[in-house]
């Protein structure tokens, strides 16, 4: 039987076969105004995200600020004054021949001056005016007016401040310190630590307060030694020696024999042959440039007497201000005594140590019973001959210490041991 392809069904298949083969061909017509609404949907989107973290992350940063700047300006290291070694002088040594002195030339003296003059300005790049500033009345232009100041030097640097060692002085409640610097601006300044029985504080400057360009014209001084100053020896006079700031005094040593009692101990002074102002304050440095004495008129010569420049001693200092800088207070009891020398000691049967002379009203000493006429013979356990033992053993306390006090004190039969129990305390 002969078999026939219908010719209407392979038409059919052909046409499927055919859509099924080219229907991948196919054409998509896109919203052209669509497209663009998306895009800038996009666009704003962004916008707006951009937005919102930029206002945050700006919030953040001024929220953040105080805590970063704290942080990363580094925490203040610990202040260590080096102590000072003892000159040995030779014994037993026979005296070298000295040479005659040169005779020097008008030449020769300008160029020491020069020599001087240059040793000055550079200690002038350390050189602090510190100033109390009060806000003036209401009825007046308003501002701050300079109510008082004094002259401070920059003797070390603690990683976070500069500080600044100087006369102590008062600030009123409604007042603020100022610092003008070597580059001739002023900067803020606050008070460490002061002790009011040195009349001595230490001020500090935050190093991030200053500009880059300010850098470039301070510098740290040196601490030399007072103890190694001689009479005649040249020293230069900074600060505010005459009673205004930025005067410059050259002279000499003209004694370090004298010295001024303090409670807890008896402080060198150095002498000089510089005329001075009762208000003058400042320091005096070698010809090194190194820092060998603080300045304090006021508190040499009361009654407002003016006297040649006088300072204190550095080395007799270095143990307070090493106190003051870690923001510590200086050990006090409120002793006044003097050393009870072998002549006393054998003529008049007053033990060995500390005789004192007066107890400070109010102190440490009086709240425990130490009275005038006592002998202080141990501190803390550590045995006292001289008035430089008693307070070289005072610096290694701190306040708050409850230590034992141990003497003698004169009865109807002689002296006899007596023991104080004494809490150090400070005069900050």
Request: hydrophobic residues 35%; proline residues 4%.
């Given at each position: 039987?002969?078999?026939?392809?219908?010719?209407?069904?392979?038409?059919?298949?052909?046409?499927?076969?055919?859509?099924?083969?080219?229907?991948?061909?196919?054409?998509?017509?896109?919203?052209?105004?669509?497209?663009?609404?998306?895009?800038?949907?996009?666009?704003?989107?962004c916008?707006?995200?951009?937005?919102?973290?930029?206002?945050?992350?700006?919030?953040?940063?001024?929220?953040?600020?105080?805590?970063?700047?704290?942080?990363?300006s580094g925490?203040?290291?610990?202040?260590?004054?080096?102590?000072?070694?003892?000159?040995?002088?030779?014994?037993?040594?026979?005296?070298?021949?000295?040479?005659?002195?040169?005779?020097?030339?008008?030449?020769?003296?300008?160029?020491?001056?020069?020599?001087?003059?240059?040793?000055?300005?550079?200690?002038?790049?350390?050189?602090?005016?510190?100033?109390?500033?009060?806000?003036?009345?209401?009825?007046?232009?308003?501002?701050?007016?300079?109510?008082?100041?004094v002259?401070?030097?920059?003797?070390?640097?603690?990683?976070?401040?500069?500080?600044?060692?100087?006369?102590?002085?008062s600030?009123?409640?409604?007042?603020?310190?100022?610092?003008?610097?070597?580059?001739?601006?002023?900067?803020?300044?606050t008070?460490?630590?002061?002790?009011?029985?040195?009349?001595?504080?230490?001020?500090?400057?935050?190093?991030?307060?200053?500009?880059?360009?300010?850098?470039?014209?301070?510098?740290?001084?040196?601490?030399?030694?007072?103890?190694?100053?001689?009479?005649?020896?040249?020293?230069?006079?900074?600060?505010?020696?005459?009673?205004?700031?930025?005067?410059?005094?050259?002279?000499?040593?003209?004694?370090?024999?004298?010295?001024?009692?303090?409670?807890?101990?008896?402080?060198?002074?150095?002498c000089?042959?510089?005329?001075?102002?009762?208000?003058?304050?400042?320091?005096?440095?070698?010809?090194?440039?190194?820092?060998?004495g603080?300045?304090?008129?006021?508190r040499?010569?009361?009654?407002?007497?003016?006297?040649?420049?006088?300072?204190?001693?550095?080395?007799?200092?270095?143990?307070?201000?090493?106190?003051?800088?870690?923001?510590?207070?200086?050990?006090?009891?409120?002793?006044?005594?003097?050393?009870?020398?072998e002549?006393?000691?054998?003529?008049?049967?007053?033990?060995?140590?500390?005789?004192?002379?007066?107890?400070?009203?109010?102190?440490?000493?009086?709240?425990?019973?130490?009275?005038?006429?006592?002998?202080?013979?141990?501190?803390d356990g550590?045995?006292?001959?001289?008035?430089?033992?008693?307070?070289?053993?005072?610096?290694?306390?701190?306040?708050?210490?409850?230590?034992?006090?141990?003497?003698?004190?004169?009865?109807?039969?002689?002296?006899?041991?007596?023991?104080?129990?004494?809490?150090?305390g400070?005069?900050?």
């Amino acid at each position: 039987m002969e078999y026939r392809e219908d010719p209407e069904k392979k038409k059919e298949e052909n046409q499927d076969v055919g859509e099924e083969e080219f229907s991948f061909i196919q054409e998509t017509i896109k919203d052209e105004n669509g497209g663009y609404r998306k895009v800038r949907a996009a666009v704003l989107r962004c916008a707006g995200l951009g937005l919102l973290f930029g206002l945050a992350a700006s919030l953040g940063f001024c929220a953040l600020k105080p805590w970063a700047e704290e942080q990363f300006s580094g925490s203040p290291e610990k202040i260590t004054i080096p102590e000072e070694e003892e000159e040995e002088t030779a014994q037993n040594e026979e005296e070298e021949p000295q040479e005659p002195s040169p005779v020097l030339t008008v030449d020769d003296y300008r160029e020491m001056n020069r020599a001087l003059v240059d040793v000055a300005n550079t200690l002038n790049r350390s050189m602090v005016e510190i100033s109390v500033q009060v806000p003036q009345l209401e009825d007046t232009e308003g501002g701050f007016l300079d109510e008082d100041s004094v002259a401070g030097v920059i003797f070390e640097d603690n990683g976070a401040e500069l500080l600044v060692a100087g006369r102590s002085i008062s600030v009123p409640e409604e007042g603020a310190l100022q610092a003008r610097l070597a580059d001739g601006k002023s900067y803020n300044i606050t008070v460490k630590r002061q002790d009011t029985n040195l009349g001595i504080a230490v001020y500090a400057i935050a190093k991030n307060a200053l500009p880059d360009t300010a850098w470039g014209q301070i510098q740290t001084a040196a601490l030399g030694s007072s103890g190694g100053m001689s009479k005649g020896e040249m020293v230069i006079a900074a600060g505010s020696p005459f009673g205004y700031y930025g005067g410059l005094g050259f002279g000499i040593i003209s004694s370090n024999r004298e010295s001024v009692d303090r409670a807890d101990g008896d402080y060198s002074l150095l002498c000089t042959d510089i005329g001075g102002s009762s208000a003058g304050t400042g320091v005096l440095a070698n010809t090194e440039g190194e820092i060998v004495g603080l300045i304090d008129q006021e508190r040499f010569f009361e009654g407002g007497e003016a006297g040649p420049v006088t300072a204190y001693g550095i080395s007799d200092l270095k143990d307070a201000l090493e106190f003051l800088s870690n923001n510590q207070a200086v050990p006090y009891i409120g002793v006044y005594g003097v050393t009870v020398t072998e002549e006393l000691t054998s003529g008049q049967g007053i033990p060995s140590g500390v005789y004192v002379r007066e107890v400070a009203a109010d102190s440490p000493a009086m709240a425990a019973g130490i009275q005038s006429g006592d002998v202080i013979t141990q501190v803390d356990g550590s045995k006292v001959t001289t008035l430089s033992g008693y307070s070289s053993a005072l610096m290694q306390l701190a306040e708050g210490d409850e230590i034992r006090i141990r003497g003698q004190r004169q009865g109807t039969g002689g002296y006899v041991d007596i023991t104080f129990r004494v809490t150090v305390g400070s005069k900050g």
